[in-house]
């Protein structure tokens, strides 16, 4: 999975929204709650998240470990995830957010892979084309709010029906491949000494 986004602001102001768990879950669909738990021995937090939905959350763990100064001027916050719960669609994952300076402010990508709950068919189908979508929907909300202060509640899920809103957060603003193919070749190395969820 793959997804890309410019925000003209600057990487500080992506890194907080991003990084603060409390912030977190409001531009980001695929969250309605992190809570940090511990903080790991070299480095790094274990937390829990839900996702509300009709009828059921689901629930899981993970673990996060941010580089904040690194040679190159980017950033990055590599991340491994698991849940107990069968009937989540996604089992266990990991992945990476990385920010990349820009002469406007700021590349936000992610890269994660996880394997899937519901069997691989189902994946392929269906599951791992929507939360494809709703990851860079999510971006895109994250850079309205990082770009314009809209806080992302004014955006919620539904917007995507007000086609008479142009400037609504949409999934077609990211890039959805790597142009070089490689997603998580390009994990930073903190993600092989991440602990497990």
Avoid: N
Wanted: with cysteine; hydrophobic share 35%.
């Amino acid at each position: 999975m793959y997804v890309s986004v410019d925000i003209a602001a600057p990487v500080d102001e992506v890194w907080r929204l991003t990084q603060d768990t409390d912030l977190h879950p409001r531009w980001d669909a695929r969250f309605s709650a992190i809570e940090p738990v511990a903080d790991l021995p070299g480095g790094g937090q274990r937390f829990r998240y839900e996702l509300r939905l009709p009828g059921r959350v689901l629930a899981g763990t993970g673990t996060t470990l941010g580089e904040k100064w690194r040679p190159d001027g980017t950033r990055t916050s590599a991340l491994r995830f698991t849940t107990p719960d069968r009937l989540s669609p996604l089992g266990d994952g990991r992945g990476y957010w990385r920010y990349e300076p820009t002469a406007s402010g700021v590349r936000f990508t992610t890269g994660y892979d996880y394997r899937p709950g519901w069997g691989g068919l189902a994946d392929r189908i269906v599951l791992r084309r929507a939360v494809g979508w709703l990851t860079a929907w999510s971006f895109d909300r994250l850079r309205i709010w990082a770009e314009r202060g809209e806080e992302p509640e004014r955006w919620p899920l539904r917007s995507v029906l007000w086609v008479w809103r142009p400037e609504r957060p949409r999934a077609a603003r990211c890039r959805r491949r790597a142009h070089d193919g490689r997603v998580m070749e390009a994990a930073p190395a903190t993600l092989d000494g991440l602990a497990a969820p």
